[in-house]
């Protein structure tokens, strides 16, 4: 699964807003600038993450954005699935309505990966904002064998 723009845009905001706890409120400019992404981007995000209530944004002087809740408050996994999925027409992995896939009837791979990216989420959601910014994430070496384990389907 590859994270579209929109989420990529919207952690990588959320982590700037979530380490910067010295001068919020920030503009929109200036996490523009920190962040390199496209100022027309960021706003659309910072529009949705605003009514999704998890920043709170003010005009005018002194204005800009910031965190609304606490960081243990954010769940990775609500986080990237609600940004995943905003502008989505589905949900699901693969699409097998257009065109009709003839194979629909005998097929169950939609099934599988449905299971596995509600895995996927299940497994982000015992991350918080908190998490990823107390200490880095070590990348474990994973053999074959324990991936397969960790993607079983029971």
């Known amino acids: 699964m590859k994270l579209n723009q929109f989420t990529d845009i919207g952690i990588r905001a959320l982590i700037y807003l979530a380490q910067s706890s010295t001068e919020p409120p920030f503009t929109i400019e200036k996490m523009a600038k920190d962040l390199q992404v496209s100022r027309n981007h960021l706003v659309k ?72 990216l509600s895995q996927f989420y299940q497994f982000l959601n015992q991350y918080t904002l908190q998490d990823i910014l107390r200490r880095p994430m070590a990348s474990p070496t994973i053999s074959a064998h324990q991936l397969i384990d960790i993607l079983a389907i029971s």
């Open 45 to 116: 995000v910072i529009h949705f993450m605003a009514k999704q209530q998890w920043l709170t944004t003010s005009r005018g002087k002194g204005g800009g954005v910031k965190l609304t809740h606490p960081l243990a408050h954010y769940s990775i996994g609500h986080l990237i699935k609600t940004l995943q999925t905003h502008n989505a027409v589905s949900a699901h992995l693969v699409n097998c309505d257009a065109p009709e896939c003839v194979l629909r009837a005998s097929c169950g791979l939609p099934y599988l990966l449905d299971q596995a």
